[in-house]
């Protein structure tokens, strides 16, 4: 069984995979996987922020696989399923964390529409979160060997930063 290895960029995981050995397979998300919705269809009683931005009333986001992402998702979770462990490995900073995050909810099965893609594929396999400063042999190395925890503080700062936004930003925008 291999080790999967999931990066942001295609070119990273070309280039990550010729340093690591052959029990790990390197896959990349091509960027973010989940966002807000740019719109929702009207429901009664629905708060504007939800129609707006996809926020519930408690400004909890509500999170949906774009179209252009659904292809991609699906095989990195076929992918998840055949590993014995999966490594985030998305970039260091805000953006990054909230890809490593929004993988690790999507693999568990979290947030989904269907049966299907409700059922974790990551049940009892260890999951880690690496990050890098530079595409080097020993940095990739270094990094495998010192895993640590999604950053939810960064992840929250993410969130809160993509919900202002949609909230203020697409409002604003026609009008600049």
């Given amino acids: 069984m291999m080790k999967l290895v999931i990066v942001e960029s295609p070119t990273k995981a070309t280039t990550i995979g010729k340093f690591i050995g052959k029990e790990y397979r390197v896959e990349s998300s091509f960027g973010h996987v989940r966002d807000l919705p740019k719109s929702l269809q009207r429901k009664k009683d629905m708060p504007v922020t939800e129609i707006v931005a996809g926020i519930g009333p408690d400004f909890t986001p509500r999170y949906i696989i774009p179209a252009k992402a659904k292809t991609r998702v699906s095989d990195l ?25 929004h993988l690790y909810e999507i693999l568990q099965g979290k947030g989904s529409r269907t049966k299907r893609d409700s059922v974790s594929v990551i049940e009892n396999k260890p999951v880690q979160r690496i990050v890098f400063h530079e595409i080097t042999e020993s940095a990739i190395k270094q990094a495998l060997a010192t895993p640590r925890k999604i950053d939810q503080k960064m992840v929250d700062a993410q969130q809160a930063r993509r919900i202002l936004d949609r909230l203020v930003g697409f409002k604003l925008s026609p009008f600049l």
Avoid: P
């Avoid at 979770?77 to 995050?101: M, N, P, Q, T």
């Fill in 77 to 101: 979770r076929k992918l998840a399923c055949k590993a014995k462990e999966i490594i985030l490995a998305s970039d260091e900073d805000r953006e990054g964390e909230a890809i490593a995050w």
